[in-house]
C-alpha cells in the first residue's frame, strides 16, 4: 500500500490534511504554530485510492539537541520511510524562504514529491499556485483542508504512485485508536501508557518498540498526540498507545493541552490494558488516584508500573508502603499488580509485560452460574444480607453476564435496598475466590419478581 508523509513548516494545514485524509480528528489541531511533535499514522483515503499517511511535525531549521531539532528528525524519518511527500505551503502568505529551503531538503533525499497549496478556499491564492512552480516540484495542486477543497485535484496526483500489495502488507501500523479489522480470530491486546507528565512514558513506549519512535527528554509535556504502534511482543500483538501527561484539572490551561488529555482519556476509553506509570520519586499523588479512578470507572484492566526504580535506596520498604497505601486508596481494584521498572535502562520490562498479559486474562475470565451460585451460597452463609423493614433481604442467584471487565448480575428481592457495604462484601469475596485481583468488578442488581402480587 501506498505511503505518503506529510511535511511543511509549521501551522501550515498539515494536521488539518491529516484530519481530512483519514476521516478523523485524532491529530490536534490549533492556531498555535508546533502543536504536532510526534509523527502520527493513520490510514487515509480519497475515493477509491487508500494508503497510509503519516503526519509529522513539520520542518524547521532549530539549534542542535533543541526539541525543534528532534522534531525535526522526526520527520525526516517519516520521509524516508514513504513513497510520496506533499509539502504543504500556506497559499495566503505565499512561498517563505523556509518553503524554498526545505523544497530542496526533499528533492536531495530522492523521494518524489508533490507540491500542496493549502488554504485556498474559494478559488483563493492563485498568486502562490503560480509561485509554486518555481520550486521545480511540478505541477502544484490547491486545496483547502479545511473545507474539503481540491480532493480530486489531490487523488490524480497520488494515483500515479499508487502501489499493489498483497493483503499481508496491508496490515500496518495505524495511529487510529480503533483496532483495525483483521481475521477474526485475530486477538490484538490494545495497552495504553498513562499517567502524569515527567513519569516516563515516552521512554518506556520506546523500549517496548526497540526505537526511538516518539520523542523524549527532560522537558515536562513533550508529548501531545496520543501514538499508537502495532507491535509483535513474544508472538502477541499488540497496539501500543503512547500518551501526553495528565495534569489536575486545574493545572491544564489552553486549548492544545485540553485537547492532549481528552485525547489521553479517548486512548484509555479504547484500550484493553493500561500502564499507569507512577515517578518513583513522587510515587501516588492526587492526580495518580483521579487518573487510577478513572481507568476503573472505564472498566480497563489496570497494571501500576513504578518508573525510576534504580533511584530507589530502600526499594523493599518502599513497595511495602506502596501497597499498603494503593489497599487504602484504590480498593475498587484490589490486589492490583505493581512492577517496579527503570524505562531507560530497561529493567524488569519483562516482568512488566507478563503482569500485563496476567492482568488481560483476568479480565476476560468467565465463571460458570453453577461455580457462581455455589460460591454465593457459602457467603450468604458467612454473612446474612441485611434486614429492611423487619424483613431479610433474599439474594436469588446470580450469573455472569459479560467479561471485560466481569459483569455479575444479582437477582434480589428488594434490590434497591442492598447496601454498599453488602455489595463490597461481595465483590471482594468473588475477588479472592476466583482470583481476580486488581481489575473492575461491575455488580448489576436486578429485582426478583413476588410471585404473590397477583
Not at 117 to 136: F, M, P, T, V
Not at 250 to 279: C, F, P, T, W
Not at 334 to 360: C, N, W
Amino acid at each position: 500500500m501506498l505511503t505518503v508523509a506529510i511535511l511543511g513548516r509549521p501551522n501550515v494545514g498539515k494536521s488539518t490534511l491529516f484530519n481530512r485524509l483519514t476521516g478523523t480528528r485524532f491529530a490536534l489541531v490549533d492556531d498555535m504554530p508546533g502543536v504536532t511533535r510526534d509523527r502520527r499514522e493513520g490510514k487515509g483515503r480519497i475515493g477509491p485510492l487508500e494508503f497510509n499517511v503519516f503526519d509529522t511535525a513539520g520542518l524547521e531549521q532549530a539549534a542542535k539537541d533543541s526539541l525543534a531539532a528532534r522534531m525535526t528528525a522526526q520527520s525526516q524519518s517519516a520521509l524516508k520511510d514513504a513513497d510520496v511527500a506533499l509539502l504543504v505551503v500556506d497559499g495566503r502568505t505565499g512561498l517563505t524562504p523556509e518553503d524554498r529551503h526545505f523544497a530542496k531538503v526533499i528533492r536531495k533525499s530522492g523521494k518524489p514529491v508533490i507540491l500542496v497549496i493549502n488554504k485556498c478556499e474559494g478559488g483563493k491564492a492563485k498568486d502562490s499556485s503560480a509561485e509554486g512552480y518555481g520550486l521545480g516540484l511540478g505541477e502544484p495542486v490547491a486545496i483547502s483542508a479545511e473545507h474539503g477543497e481540491g480532493m480530486a485535484d489531490l487523488y490524480n496526483a497520488l494515483a500515479k504512485f499508487e502501489k499493489v500489495t498483497s493483503r499481508e502488507s496491508r496490515i500496518v501500523n495505524h495511529d487510529t485508536m480503533q483496532v483495525e479489522s483483521r481475521d477474526p480470530d485475530h486477538d490484538m491486546i490494545q495497552i495504553a501508557i498513562v499517567g502524569r507528565p515527567n513519569a516516563g512514558k515516552s521512554t518506556l513506549f520506546n523500549r517496548l518498540l526497540g526505537y526511538e519512535r516518539v520523542l523524549t527528554g527532560p522537558e515536562a509535556g513533550i508529548t501531545r498526540d496520543s501514538i499508537a504502534v502495532d507491535l509483535n511482543y513474544e508472538g502477541r500483538d499488540l497496539k501500543l498507545v503512547d500518551t501526553a501527561g495528565m495534569r489536575r484539572r486545574s493545572n491544564v490551561h489552553g486549548k492544545v493541552e485540553k485537547l492532549a488529555v481528552e485525547d489521553s482519556q479517548r486512548s484509555i476509553q479504547y484500550a484493553n490494558v493500561v500502564i499507569l506509570m507512577l515517578d518513583a520519586e513522587s510515587a501516588l499523588e492526587k492526580q495518580d488516584l483521579t487518573i487510577a479512578d478513572h481507568i476503573e470507572k472505564e472498566g480497563r484492566a489496570i497494571v501500576v508500573a513504578v518508573n525510576k526504580w534504580d533511584k530507589v535506596v530502600d526499594k523493599q520498604t518502599y513497595l511495602a508502603d506502596l501497597h499498603e497505601r494503593l489497599e487504602d486508596v484504590m480498593p475498587q481494584v484490589k490486589g492490583v499488580t505493581v512492577q517496579p521498572i527503570s524505562a531507560e535502562r530497561g529493567t524488569h520490562i519483562d516482568k512488566l509485560m507478563d503482569a500485563v498479559f496476567a492482568t488481560y486474562d483476568i479480565w476476560n475470565k468467565r465463571i460458570s452460574t453453577n461455580k457462581l451460585n455455589q460460591w454465593l451460597e457459602e457467603a450468604l452463609s458467612r454473612h446474612s444480607p441485611p434486614i429492611v423493614n423487619g424483613r431479610r433481604i433474599k439474594i436469588r442467584y446470580m450469573t455472569q453476564i459479560k467479561s471485560r471487565p466481569p459483569a455479575f448480575a444479582l437477582f434480589v428481592s428488594k434490590a434497591d435496598k442492598l447496601s454498599d457495604s453488602y455489595q463490597r462484601y461481595l465483590v471482594n469475596s468473588l475477588r479472592d475466590v476466583f482470583d481476580m485481583p486488581g481489575i473492575p468488578i461491575r455488580l448489576v442488581l436486578k429485582k426478583t419478581k413476588n410471585p404473590y402480587v397477583d
